[in-house]
């Protein structure tokens, strides 16, 4: 069994409350994208929870972000200009709303709303919302789980690099990238799993995926 920090308990919490908002919303305007990847979502999330025994203290998330998002970051911007490609590692975004069906359920009401009081476009926020629990359970399952399932098995390095190949295989085969576009996630996969390893810290890597793939998602 293996020790969380409770920060990435709440995290985790609050990424399955959001995630239930996201899953509504796709249903009620049948957006087919949201909803088939908001169950996987849903599932990836729950992987970290037969692996908790109890939780530890915190470790430095603050510095591990400030480390990790400049880096994420550095290897997406080398990767967009070689490629003229922003959004090159792929990240989730809902281009679909419909303000006439929006308009015949409250949440989504609520939601329409909200976007345009802080000057967005409704799709843009749940684009925002969805991206929450979509990287904490993408890190949960990759990094968290994973790691701490085959590091025993094959050894740190040999685990370091199978998860990261995977992780970059499953943004390939979900938002349909060049190979260009599997290298970068692979390469974010790595350094995602060397922060995961040296800092010890679910959070840590959970907010820095979650504020690169919002930054990216604004920028475009």
Same mark, same amino acid.
């Given at each position: 069994?293996q ?5 990435y ?6 990424s399955?409350l ?7 919303a796709?249903?009620y305007l049948?957006i087919i994208?949201?909803?088939?990847i908001g169950?996987?979502y849903?599932? *990836?999330l729950l992987t970290?929870?037969?692996m &908790? /025994?109890?939780?530890?203290t915190e470790?430095?998330i603050?510095i =591990?972000? #400030?480390i ?9 911007f080398?990767s967009?200009?070689a ?7 792929g990240? *989730? ?6 303000? &006439? /069906? ?7 009401l609520?939601? =329409?709303? #909200?976007a345009?009081t802080l000057?967005i476009?409704?799709?843009m926020l749940l684009?925002?919302l969805v991206n ?5 359970a993408?890190?949960s399952?990759?990094?968290i789980?994973l ?11 040999k685990?370091l ?6 992780f970059?295989?499953?943004?390939w ?5 060049a190979?260009?576009g ?9 350094i995602?799993?060397?922060?995961y390893?040296k800092?010890?810290s679910?959070?840590?890597i ?7 793939n919002?930054?990216?998602l604004?920028?475009?």
């Amino acid at each position: 069994m293996q020790e969380m920090e409770q920060s990435y308990i709440y995290l985790l919490s609050i990424s399955f409350l959001i995630l239930i908002v996201c899953l509504l919303a796709g249903f009620y305007l049948n957006i087919i994208q949201l909803k088939s990847i908001g169950i996987i979502y849903g599932l *990836l999330l729950l992987t970290p929870v037969f692996m &908790t /025994e109890k939780t530890e203290t915190e470790r430095n998330i603050l510095i =591990g972000v #400030l480390i990790g998002l400049p880096l994420l970051l550095a290897i997406a911007f080398i990767s967009s200009i070689a490629t003229r490609n922003l959004e090159v590692m792929g990240v *989730l975004q809902i281009t679909e709303w419909s303000e &006439t /069906e929006a308009a015949k359920y409250p949440l989504t009401l609520k939601l =329409g709303t #909200l976007a345009l009081t802080l000057g967005i476009t409704p799709a843009m926020l749940l684009s925002i919302l969805v991206n929450i629990p979509g990287t904490v359970a993408e890190e949960s399952f990759f990094r968290i789980f994973l790691i701490n399932m085959l590091t025993p098995i094959m050894g740190k390095w040999k685990t370091l690099i199978a998860q990261a190949v995977a992780f970059g295989m499953m943004h390939w085969l979900a938002y349909n990238l060049a190979t260009s576009g599997m290298i970068t996630a692979t390469l974010c996969g790595v350094i995602l799993g060397l922060m995961y390893l040296k800092t010890g810290s679910e959070t840590t890597i959970c907010l820095t995926h979650m504020l690169y793939n919002i930054i990216v998602l604004m920028a475009g």
